[in-house]
């Protein structure tokens, strides 16, 4: 019995290790300025080392590979994003934007892939709704860190969290998304800034530092 879960867990493992290569290929394919549609299986397969055959094994076809690439990107933004507390150790504004400031340098790894999903999107419903439910869990979190605030009475008890978390997740995707598309990343550090100045006091309410000068 041992001896089968063994061999099942190796080949788990195999299994894991070879798809998490295809992933990163194809990713490394969009580097080098392919557009996503011009892609093709064939292609795809050729720069991973398999055949056809072996990339339908693990693959049902070029959406399912965007959709795991796009999963695997917002697990890890989501991680980011989901660490920051307002009164944890490094909560506050200046924990807000260092969060966005990891967040921008996550999604400019990866700006050829993030290319690649607003592209396909824009014409499949399927990769659309996948990210469009993707971003439901980061309203979802900033619900109940809304909701938390509230009820410790350090955000007004009157402001809709479920309204105000849709636009903290979709106003600041959308920021974040031009920044990646449009910016060299020299000036990250400042639109992070902004964002979290605006959030912080703006949805969260959180009274201005007197200026002694």
């Known amino acids: 019995m041992a001896s089968t879960t063994r061999r099942r867990s190796t080949a788990a493992d195999r299994r894991a290790a070879l798809e998490k290569r295809i992933l990163s290929v194809i990713e490394e394919l969009l580097r080098s300025g392919v557009t996503y549609t011009e892609l093709s299986v064939e292609q795809m397969a050729h720069a991973a080392g398999i055949s056809r055959s072996t990339f339908y094994l693990y693959f049902r076809d070029k959406v399912d ?124 550090a400042l639109v992070a800034r902004e964002l979290a100045l605006g959030y912080w006091y703006g949805v969260y309410r959180r009274p201005a530092v007197p200026n002694d000068g």
């Open 65 to 188: 590979v965007l959709l795991r690439l796009s999963g695997s990107l917002k697990t890890e933004s989501f991680a980011i994003a989901a660490a920051w507390r307002p009164c944890a150790p490094d909560g506050g504004v200046d924990g807000l934007a260092r969060t966005y400031e990891r967040i921008l340098r996550h999604y400019r790894e990866h700006a050829a892939l993030l290319s690649a999903i607003n592209e396909v999107a824009a014409y499949d419903p399927m990769v659309r709704e996948a990210w469009t439910a993707d971003q439901e869990r980061f309203i979802d979190n900033l619900v109940k860190v809304i909701e938390e605030e509230q009820r410790d009475s350090r955000t007004p008890a009157d402001i809709d969290a479920r309204l105000a978390a849709k636009a903290i997740v979709q106003g600041g995707g959308q920021v974040i998304a031009q920044q990646v598309a449009n910016s060299d990343g020299a000036d990250d």
